[in-house]
């Protein structure tokens, strides 16, 4: 065995690895010394790059299970007090009339959201869309349930809503 290969199996295999290899024959022994050398790098290899793709997905999966926060810190009771402006929103979310950048936001999202009860809601959105809903069945109660006819023609999933969002 060159010099070389000797070094390499030392640095790889510790200083017991001393053995030259006679006729390139290996014995019994010198296999279970290398498979007993090999197998925990091997093990702690596999079990780094677990790791950090279970980290990876982790992060993934903690992106995916929640909205933006782009719009927290909107003021929806000004918007709930305003009749045009909640108006705005009703034409929007039925397409009567064209939606703004903010309207249309909301209705994208508002399928998704009363489908999963806000499960993806932090606090700070579960109270906004309850002050929204309230608003609206308060002033536009006919377009309220047309919107959840929309939205939850069962009437299952507003129930499950409102109870996530009376926990807000």
């Known amino acids: 065995m060159c010099k070389h290969h000797y070094s390499t199996l030392t640095t790889y295999f510790g200083r017991h690895w001393r053995r030259p290899i006679s006729n390139s024959v290996l014995s019994r022994n010198d296999i279970d010394d290398v498979t007993v050398k090999i197998e925990p790098a091997i093990k702690a290899l ?3 790059k677990t790791i950090v793709a279970l980290t990876v997905l982790v992060g993934l999966a903690t992106t995916a299970l929640a909205y933006s926060t782009e719009h927290d810190d909107l003021d929806i009771a000004a ?3 305003d009749k045009n402006e909640l108006q705005k929103f ?9 939606c703004t950048k903010l309207t249309q936001d909301f209705k ?10 806000c499960e993806k809601c932090n606090p700070t959105q579960k109270q906004k869309l309850k002050i929204f809903l309230d608003g609206l069945n ?3 109660p006919e377009e309220y ?4 006819k929309q939205f939850d023609p069962t009437g299952k999933l507003f129930e499950a809503l409102n109870a996530a969002l009376a926990k807000a």
């Not at 009703?90 to 064209?98: L, M, Q, S, Y």
């Not at 994208?108 to 009860?117: D, N, Q």
């Not at 349930?145 to 959840?148: D, G, V």
């Open 46 to 48: 596999f079990n780094m």
């Open 79 to 81: 918007i709930v007090a």
């Open 90 to 98: 009703i034409d929007c979310f039925t397409e009567k009339a064209p």
């Open 108 to 117: 994208t999202k508002l399928p998704e959201v009363v489908r999963e009860a």
């Open 138 to 140: 308060e002033k536009f």
């Open 145 to 148: 349930n047309a919107l959840k």
